[in-house]
Protein backbone atom coordinates (compact mmCIF):
# COMPACT_ATOMS: atom_id res chain seq x y z
CA UNK A 1 0.00 0.00 0.00
CA UNK A 2 1.07 3.66 -0.77
CA UNK A 3 2.11 5.46 2.31
CA UNK A 4 3.72 9.12 2.78
CA UNK A 5 6.27 9.82 5.82
CA UNK A 6 7.26 13.44 6.98
CA UNK A 7 9.40 12.70 9.67
CA UNK A 8 9.42 16.03 10.86
CA UNK A 9 6.09 17.69 12.54
CA UNK A 10 7.78 20.79 13.31
CA UNK A 11 10.62 22.82 11.93
CA UNK A 12 11.83 26.68 12.67
CA UNK A 13 14.27 28.26 10.76
CA UNK A 14 16.10 31.81 10.48
CA UNK A 15 15.01 34.26 7.64
CA UNK A 16 17.13 34.22 5.12
CA UNK A 17 18.49 30.72 5.99
CA UNK A 18 18.13 27.63 3.55
CA UNK A 19 15.13 24.67 3.94
CA UNK A 20 14.80 21.36 3.22
CA UNK A 21 11.60 19.41 4.14
CA UNK A 22 11.95 15.53 3.87
CA UNK A 23 9.24 13.69 2.36
CA UNK A 24 9.67 9.68 1.90
CA UNK A 25 7.05 7.20 0.32
CA UNK A 26 6.33 4.08 -0.06
CA UNK A 27 4.86 2.68 -3.60
CA UNK A 28 5.93 -0.13 -6.05
CA UNK A 29 6.53 1.88 -9.26
CA UNK A 30 7.08 5.22 -9.85
CA UNK A 31 4.63 7.55 -8.30
CA UNK A 32 3.01 10.91 -8.99
CA UNK A 33 4.39 13.41 -6.58
CA UNK A 34 3.44 16.62 -5.30
CA UNK A 35 4.31 19.55 -2.54
CA UNK A 36 1.40 21.44 -1.14
CA UNK A 37 1.50 24.75 1.14
CA UNK A 38 -1.72 25.62 3.13
CA UNK A 39 -1.65 29.02 5.07
CA UNK A 40 -4.00 29.34 8.58
CA UNK A 41 -7.29 29.31 7.68
CA UNK A 42 -7.11 28.36 4.18
CA UNK A 43 -6.80 25.52 1.60
CA UNK A 44 -3.92 23.76 0.14
CA UNK A 45 -1.91 24.85 -2.79
CA UNK A 46 0.08 23.61 -5.03
CA UNK A 47 4.02 24.00 -4.66
CA UNK A 48 5.21 21.64 -7.52
CA UNK A 49 4.63 18.46 -9.22
CA UNK A 50 7.01 15.49 -10.58
CA UNK A 51 5.17 12.70 -12.75
CA UNK A 52 8.44 11.79 -14.85
CA UNK A 53 11.37 13.60 -16.52
CA UNK A 54 13.66 15.20 -14.34
CA UNK A 55 14.33 14.78 -11.48
CA UNK A 56 14.97 17.99 -10.02
CA UNK A 57 11.63 19.66 -10.11
CA UNK A 58 10.92 23.51 -9.70
CA UNK A 59 8.09 25.03 -8.34
CA UNK A 60 6.40 27.79 -7.22
CA UNK A 61 7.51 30.86 -4.81
CA UNK A 62 11.31 29.73 -5.32
CA UNK A 63 10.75 26.45 -3.80
CA UNK A 64 12.35 22.89 -5.76
CA UNK A 65 11.72 19.35 -5.17
CA UNK A 66 14.22 15.91 -6.11
CA UNK A 67 12.78 13.14 -6.53
CA UNK A 68 15.39 10.32 -5.52
CA UNK A 69 13.99 6.86 -6.45
CA UNK A 70 16.99 5.07 -4.72
CA UNK A 71 15.72 6.63 -1.14
CA UNK A 72 12.37 6.93 -1.80
CA UNK A 73 12.35 10.75 -0.99
CA UNK A 74 10.94 13.39 -2.95
CA UNK A 75 12.10 16.29 -0.69
CA UNK A 76 11.16 20.11 -0.67
CA UNK A 77 13.61 22.70 -0.65
CA UNK A 78 14.45 26.48 -0.82
CA UNK A 79 17.81 28.63 -0.22
CA UNK A 80 16.38 31.44 1.25
CA UNK A 81 13.53 31.40 3.20
CA UNK A 82 10.71 34.50 3.61
CA UNK A 83 8.82 35.53 6.76
CA UNK A 84 5.84 34.66 4.29
CA UNK A 85 6.81 31.16 4.07
CA UNK A 86 5.47 30.16 7.46
CA UNK A 87 2.88 27.69 6.99
CA UNK A 88 2.22 23.70 7.03
CA UNK A 89 3.71 21.72 3.86
CA UNK A 90 2.27 18.18 2.76
CA UNK A 91 3.48 16.09 0.73
CA UNK A 92 1.25 13.61 -1.37
CA UNK A 93 2.14 10.56 -3.42
CA UNK A 94 -0.18 9.26 -5.90
CA UNK A 95 -0.68 7.11 -8.77
CA UNK A 96 -1.58 7.19 -12.55
CA UNK A 97 -5.24 6.90 -13.27
CA UNK A 98 -6.33 7.58 -9.95
CA UNK A 99 -7.40 10.26 -7.82
CA UNK A 100 -6.56 8.23 -4.34
CA UNK A 101 -3.83 10.63 -3.69
CA UNK A 102 -2.11 9.96 -0.07
CA UNK A 103 -1.19 13.03 2.16
CA UNK A 104 2.15 13.24 4.42
CA UNK A 105 0.84 14.31 8.01
CA UNK A 106 2.52 17.62 7.41
CA UNK A 107 5.75 19.34 8.36
CA UNK A 108 4.65 22.41 10.27
CA UNK A 109 7.16 25.74 9.67
CA UNK A 110 8.21 28.84 11.81
CA UNK A 111 10.88 31.40 10.42
CA UNK A 112 12.20 33.53 12.67
CA UNK A 113 12.65 37.24 11.93
CA UNK B 1 -11.14 34.14 -11.63
CA UNK B 2 -12.95 32.48 -8.96
CA UNK B 3 -11.87 29.31 -6.94
CA UNK B 4 -13.17 26.62 -5.48
CA UNK B 5 -15.68 28.04 -2.98
CA UNK B 6 -17.41 26.34 0.07
CA UNK B 7 -20.09 27.12 2.74
CA UNK B 8 -20.50 27.57 5.41
CA UNK B 9 -16.97 28.60 6.57
CA UNK B 10 -17.79 27.51 10.38
CA UNK B 11 -20.88 25.79 11.50
CA UNK B 12 -21.29 25.54 14.83
CA UNK B 13 -24.21 22.30 15.82
CA UNK B 14 -25.32 19.96 18.65
CA UNK B 15 -24.91 16.37 18.62
CA UNK B 16 -28.09 14.76 16.36
CA UNK B 17 -28.45 17.70 14.28
CA UNK B 18 -28.22 17.64 10.43
CA UNK B 19 -24.94 19.28 8.67
CA UNK B 20 -24.88 20.04 5.06
CA UNK B 21 -21.55 21.45 3.74
CA UNK B 22 -21.41 23.05 -0.01
CA UNK B 23 -19.07 23.39 -2.83
CA UNK B 24 -19.26 25.17 -6.07
CA UNK B 25 -16.05 23.61 -8.13
CA UNK B 26 -14.12 25.69 -10.67
CA UNK B 27 -16.11 26.14 -13.63
CA UNK B 28 -14.94 23.42 -16.37
CA UNK B 29 -13.25 21.04 -13.81
CA UNK B 30 -14.40 17.40 -14.35
CA UNK B 31 -13.53 16.36 -10.84
CA UNK B 32 -14.44 17.19 -7.38
CA UNK B 33 -13.28 15.84 -3.71
CA UNK B 34 -14.23 16.35 -0.60
CA UNK B 35 -11.96 15.73 2.12
CA UNK B 36 -11.79 16.13 6.22
CA UNK B 37 -8.71 17.01 7.69
CA UNK B 38 -8.28 16.23 11.32
CA UNK B 39 -5.35 16.56 13.82
CA UNK B 40 -5.29 13.27 14.75
CA UNK B 41 -5.75 11.81 11.28
CA UNK B 42 -4.73 14.43 8.58
CA UNK B 43 -6.12 14.96 5.55
CA UNK B 44 -8.58 12.16 4.47
CA UNK B 45 -9.80 11.64 1.08
CA UNK B 46 -13.99 11.27 1.65
CA UNK B 47 -15.40 10.79 -2.00
CA UNK B 48 -14.75 11.90 -5.44
CA UNK B 49 -16.36 12.71 -8.19
CA UNK B 50 -16.13 12.70 -12.28
CA UNK B 51 -18.68 14.45 -14.64
CA UNK B 52 -21.03 14.27 -11.61
CA UNK B 53 -21.19 10.70 -10.76
CA UNK B 54 -19.41 9.33 -7.37
CA UNK B 55 -16.34 7.32 -8.77
CA UNK B 56 -14.82 6.13 -4.97
CA UNK B 57 -16.32 6.41 -1.95
CA UNK B 58 -14.67 4.60 0.32
CA UNK B 59 -13.73 6.89 2.36
CA UNK B 60 -16.53 8.11 3.53
CA UNK B 61 -16.94 6.92 7.18
CA UNK B 62 -20.20 5.40 7.67
CA UNK B 63 -23.96 5.93 6.41
CA UNK B 64 -24.22 8.99 8.29
CA UNK B 65 -22.45 10.67 5.32
CA UNK B 66 -23.63 11.31 2.40
CA UNK B 67 -22.51 13.67 -0.78
CA UNK B 68 -24.17 14.28 -4.31
CA UNK B 69 -23.76 16.16 -7.02
CA UNK B 70 -26.73 17.30 -8.88
CA UNK B 71 -24.48 19.37 -11.55
CA UNK B 72 -21.60 20.21 -12.57
CA UNK B 73 -21.18 23.65 -10.71
CA UNK B 74 -22.56 22.38 -7.57
CA UNK B 75 -21.87 19.60 -4.48
CA UNK B 76 -23.00 18.39 -0.99
CA UNK B 77 -21.80 16.60 1.38
CA UNK B 78 -24.22 15.87 4.51
CA UNK B 79 -23.98 14.79 7.97
CA UNK B 80 -27.00 13.16 9.42
CA UNK B 81 -27.21 12.73 12.33
CA UNK B 82 -23.86 14.54 12.98
CA UNK B 83 -21.72 13.34 15.98
CA UNK B 84 -18.77 15.40 18.07
CA UNK B 85 -15.79 12.86 16.32
CA UNK B 86 -17.39 14.41 13.38
CA UNK B 87 -15.68 18.21 14.05
CA UNK B 88 -13.13 18.72 11.49
CA UNK B 89 -12.38 20.81 8.60
CA UNK B 90 -13.51 19.64 5.34
CA UNK B 91 -11.90 20.43 2.32
CA UNK B 92 -13.78 20.52 -1.24
CA UNK B 93 -11.51 20.35 -4.37
CA UNK B 94 -11.67 20.42 -7.87
CA UNK B 95 -9.70 19.56 -11.38
CA UNK B 96 -9.65 19.60 -14.52
CA UNK B 97 -9.05 15.95 -15.82
CA UNK B 98 -5.90 14.13 -15.06
CA UNK B 99 -3.48 16.92 -14.74
CA UNK B 100 -2.13 16.09 -10.81
CA UNK B 101 -3.12 19.45 -9.82
CA UNK B 102 -6.27 19.99 -6.75
CA UNK B 103 -7.99 23.69 -6.29
CA UNK B 104 -8.92 23.26 -2.51
CA UNK B 105 -11.74 25.35 -1.13
CA UNK B 106 -10.64 27.41 2.05
CA UNK B 107 -12.30 24.45 4.11
CA UNK B 108 -15.63 24.31 6.27
CA UNK B 109 -14.92 24.06 10.10
CA UNK B 110 -17.50 22.05 11.48
CA UNK B 111 -17.53 21.96 15.16
CA UNK B 112 -20.37 19.54 17.26
CA UNK B 113 -21.31 19.81 20.10
Known amino acids: AQSVTQPDIHITVSEGASLELRCNYS??????LFWYVQSPGQGLQLLLKYFSGDTLVQGIKGFEAEFKRSQSSFNLRKPSVHWSDAAEYFC???????????FGTGTRLKVLA | DAGVIQSPRHEVTEMGQEVTLRCKPI?????LFWYRQTMMRGLELLIYFNNNVPIDDSGMPEDRFSAKMPNASFSTLKIQPSEPRDSAVYFCASSFRVTGELFFGEGSRLTVL
Open chain 1, 92 to 102: AVGTSGTYKYI
Open chain 2, 27 to 31: SGHDY
Open chain 1, 27 to 32: YGATPY
